[in-house]
């Protein structure tokens, strides 16, 4: 099995180009590691975000010395600490008690009184992210990975300048220096976050007390996310888009199906609706919003304001500029298909780059470019990263959306099979959803997998491993799945894409 997958894998490398053979490394790889920050390292990242700390680990276990620069004293980036971590655990404990507050009842499980406690809810969103920052401080010491604690500038393209958080500098020097420094919550004209009333998504995570009325500002994957958070523990959640759609990105059908699930859980929207003033002087908050296209203005009133209009590059303080080391317009590091910046020796990875603002896009770029580095091949292919939208029910995706296949002019075949027609979803009664695959017409290549269900985060992945084999729907069709599961409807939404499916 091992020779098949290599014997393949040099297949799929010589189809695009790539030579199989080793690549030359300018340094041994004789096992060392870093003593302290200021001896000379085969490779040193700045940041220790998913991308960061995890280049940080397959670096030293591919034998080079290796320190990873944080600044924020805790490992696990904007994801672990204010991001995808905490949300997911307020998420879930936000559902555990919307079921328990309308759904029990119907199952035969009959609760007399049913509270939020808050500070319990939050300190457990806490505890989870202590344990796991403090998991890869752990990971870190096995793999013997120096960990310096503080906020690294340039002084030369091997040289960093650190200003530790115990008040020092020190100057960390590397062969190899990798920027994993993330992204930052991007702000909006005239609006000023002070993380109370007008708030991020960090902000969003830590409210003292629920709010009776909450405005978030931006449709995607993050706003969406939060509102739903709070929505269930009792606002009333209105959302306003200046874009015609939510989450743009995502397939169309399956985006229609998906805003109407969240309006049955009574999320407002507020769809092609521009934003052009605030007022946060009295105790709630005003905004100020008219028609994207023009038009009469309105006022709407909250407790709370969310931004959350995407995220931007964080490269702030770096110096980059001094070292020569190019950008594009909106900040974002220009790297080749290896990582490498316009100066020799200096990398990037992560959110920093182009491509998607995703934690494990960020993972799979940093062990690509610390295998290039030490003589390996990565490899990363952004149109085979899956998306998650992670609210009640979830969304995945993976692939090309019905719209861009059109859009390219791509002959395709459409399979769809409804979670109503799933024994496992109606057992549990939880049968809201599709699963949707676009196939090409002629190879019946699989192109896109699209999933509206619970856990549909989880269900993507048998679509992401099909895809990137380039396997076809009767692939996936002709594969045995265990009954009764939800994962049954991939099968047959796979069966429908290039025969018929049996239970519909």
């Not at 696990?76 to 307020?90: E, M």
């Not at 200096?346 to 610390?370: Q, R």
Request: aromatic share 6%.
């Amino acid at each position: 099995m091992a020779m098949a997958n290599l014997a393949r894998r040099k297949a799929y490398l010589l189809t695009r180009n790539i030579s199989t053979a080793p690549l030359r490394s300018s340094f041994s790889l004789s096992r060392g590691f870093a003593s302290s920050g200021s001896d000379e390292n085969d490779v040193v990242i700045i940041g220790g975000g998913p991308g960061g700390y995890v280049a940080a680990i397959k670096a030293a276990q591919l034998g080079l010395k290796t320190t990873c620069i944080e600044k924020r004293g805790a490992l696990g980036g904007t994801c672990l600490n204010v991001g995808c971590i905490p949300s997911k655990a307020l998420l879930h404990s936000s559902h555990m008690y919307h079921e328990a507050k309308h759904v029990f009842a119907n199952h035969g499980v009959k609760v007399s009184s049913v509270e939020v406690d808050l500070p319990a809810m939050l300190a457990q969103k806490d505890t989870a992210v202590k344990n796991l920052t403090r998991g890869i401080e752990g990971l870190f010491k096995k793999n013997k990975v120096n960990y310096v604690k503080g906020y690294g500038k340039f002084l030369s393209p091997s040289e960093v300048s650190v200003e530790t958080t115990d008040g020092e500098t020190t100057v960390v020097k590397g062969k190899h220096i990798i920027v994993a420094t993330g992204s930052d919550v991007k702000s909006l004209p005239g609006i000023t976050i002070d993380e109370k009333k007008i708030v991020s998504s960090t902000g969003a995570l830590s409210l003292s007390e629920i709010p009776k009325k909450l405005i978030v500002i931006g449709a995607g994957y993050i706003g969406l996310e939060m509102g739903s958070v709070w929505g269930r523990l009792g606002s009333e959640v209105t959302v306003v888009e200046f874009a015609a759609d939510i989450v743009p990105s995502m397939d169309g059908e399956i985006r229609k199906q998906f805003q109407r699930s969240l309006e049955k859980q009574k999320m407002k929207f507020m769809l092609k609706t521009k934003v052009v003033g605030v007022d946060s002087s009295g105790d709630g908050v005003k905004l100020i919003v008219e028609p994207a296209e023009g038009g009469d203005q309105t006022t709407l009133e909250a407790d709370v304001v969310l931004v959350s209009a995407g995220r931007s590059p964080f490269t702030s303080g770096l110096d980059l500029d001094k070292i020569g080391v190019e950008t594009d317009k909106v900040g974002r590091i220009l790297v080749n298909e290896r990582f490498s910046t316009n100066v020799s020796g200096v990398y990037a990875i992560g959110d920093v780059i182009p491509g998607p603002m995703l934690a494990h896009k960020a993972e799979e770029d940093g062990v690509a470019c610390v295998e290039f580095i030490a003589g390996k091949h990565g490899h990363v292919d952004y149109d085979k990263v899956p998306g998650v939208v992670y609210t009640y029910p979830e969304v995945a995706s993976v692939g090309k959306t019905e719209e861009q296949l059109k859009k390219d002019g791509v002959s395709y075949r459409v399979g769809k099979f409804p979670f109503m027609a799933n024994s496992r979803a109606k057992a549990i009664d939880t049968a809201e959803g599709l699963v949707k695959i676009l196939a090409d017409k002629e190879t019946d290549k699989i192109l896109g997998v699209h999933i509206m269900s619970p856990n549909a985060g989880e269900l993507i992945h048998e679509a992401v491993l099909a895809i990137n084999y380039d396997a076809s729907s009767e692939d996936i069709a002709r594969v045995c799945h265990a009954h009764p599961t939800m994962s049954e409807a991939i099968k047959e939404a796979a069966m429908a894409t290039y025969d018929k499916p049996i239970h519909m």
